[in-house]
């Protein structure tokens, strides 16, 4: 199944767990993105500003020195990271802000962790001509001080939250509050695939360019479908976006790659998939990290797009029936697919997409037969280079 139910659900997860006053907006967006589906117009207007603003198609790279360095492995790299801000986020921002559009829509909110979703809406709203109210928490605020400033430069302004643990999901309970006053005049783009219905199915579906250029790509160049394909799981919308038109590919294996932070067996991480149970989040019921009173856990990572102690609720789906695997890697090993990776190919990876790429360590050891694979490069290093100074 690769369709959510009438009710947004992937199996047993998913569905629309908010208060009163936003099922009938819910309903509401959900109608206009289904029109917007069929309607040949908003496609071209989409793929537009993904071709000329964005940069799309990107290059699915033949990495052939990483390779030679695994022996067993062939590796391709779909290259978000070329994308303009850097990353995949630009793909889903652009698609909802249309979105907005159509829908005579003023004014944008998000919530945003690091600020990377935040700088996709923000410039995604300043393409258009949009008010864009960012929330961040007022911890990321300080930690992020230099998206914070991008977001300023772009106009949108920013609210710091200080309530909770001053970090993103107390910023997306916020967005939510925002949403319920101001849904008149007011969109609220979510950064990746969770959230109620219809946000997983809708930012999937803008995010599955990725893996329909990739397939297309790779046929191209190797004649054959890949044996794998891997990518690193957040809220796991780049991971989505590059597995989605590979699920009737029965053969093509499906790697989903989370952060072990500190460890498996501390408090610190982010394996939502590994370690979690279910639950309800932020309007969907996923798998999620919670303590032993039902509270939700801070996760952590030291990629800071990967701290998101939720997971979108059709990677619940695709675990709980093994359409894909799940697996994790610490901070440490993350920094080494970073130094990897800049030093075999002269590309510095973001510390998000370097979890997928050392992965490919002991994938490589495990395979039986030299065997292909597709990483989403899903954004690139620059974002992250205060961080690594100081830990390197
Ligand atoms: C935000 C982000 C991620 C994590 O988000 P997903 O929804 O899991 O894709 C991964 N990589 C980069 C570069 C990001 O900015």
Not at 86 to 108: D, F, P, S, V, Y
Not at 143 to 158: E, S
Not at 208 to 224: C, D, H, Y
Request: hydrophobic share 40%; proline share 4%.
């Amino acid at each position: 199944m690769s369709l959510p139910d009438r009710n947004g659900h992937f199996g047993k997860f998913g569905g629309k767990y908010v208060p009163e006053t936003l099922m009938a907006p819910l309903g509401e967006l959900e109608k206009v993105f289904r029109a917007a589906l069929r309607d040949p117009s908003f496609k071209k207007e989409l793929d537009y500003h993904l071709r000329e603003y964005a940069g799309r198609p990107t290059p699915l790279y033949e990495a052939k020195r990483l390779s030679k360095h695994l022996k067993t492995l062939n590796v391709y790299f779909k290259r978000e990271d070329l994308l303009h801000t850097g990353a995949h986020k630009i793909n889903n921002t652009l698609g909802q802000g249309l979105l907005a559009k159509r829908m005579h829509k003023t004014r944008i909110i998000a919530e945003t962790g690091a600020g990377q979703h935040g700088v996709a809406t923000a410039t995604v709203s300043a393409l258009m001509g949009l008010e864009c109210v960012i929330y961040m928490g007022a911890e990321d605020v300080k930690r992020q001080a230099l998206n914070v400033y991008r977001m300023n430069l772009l106009g949108a302004k920013v609210i710091p939250v200080t309530s909770g643990s001053r970090t993103l999901k107390d910023a997306m309970n916020e967005a939510i509050r925002d949403w319920v006053t101001n849904v008149r005049d007011t969109f609220y783009i979510i950064g990746s695939v969770a959230g109620p219905h219809p946000y997983p199915w809708m930012v999937r579906e803008f995010q599955a360019v990725i893996g329909r250029e990739a397939r297309r790509q790779f046929l191209a160049k190797a004649k054959a479908l890949p044996d794998y394909l891997t990518a690193c799981v957040g809220g796991g919308s780049n991971a989505m976006g590059l597995f989605h038109a590979f699920f009737r590919d029965k053969r093509v294996k499906m790697i989903g790659v989370e952060a072990a932070g500190l460890g498996l067996n501390t408090d610190s991480h982010s394996a939502t998939l590994e370690k979690g149970e279910v639950g309800i989040l932020h309007g969907s019921k996923s798998v999620l990290l919670e303590t032993k009173d039902g509270q939700i856990k801070i996760a952590h990572s030291i990629a800071a797009g990967l701290d998101y102690p939720g997971v979108g609720p059709e990677h619940a789906y695709y675990k709980k029936i093994k359409r894909a695997e799940y697996v994790s890697v610490t901070d440490k090993e993350a920094l080494d697919g970073l130094k990897l990776l800049s030093k075999t190919e002269g590309i510095i990876p973001a510390l998000e997409s370097a979890h997928a790429i050392i992965y490919l360590e002991k994938l490589a050891k495990k395979v039986r037969r030299k065997s292909t694979v597709i990483v989403c490069l899903s954004g690139r290093g620059d974002k992250d280079m205060a961080t690594i100074k100081e830990l390197i």
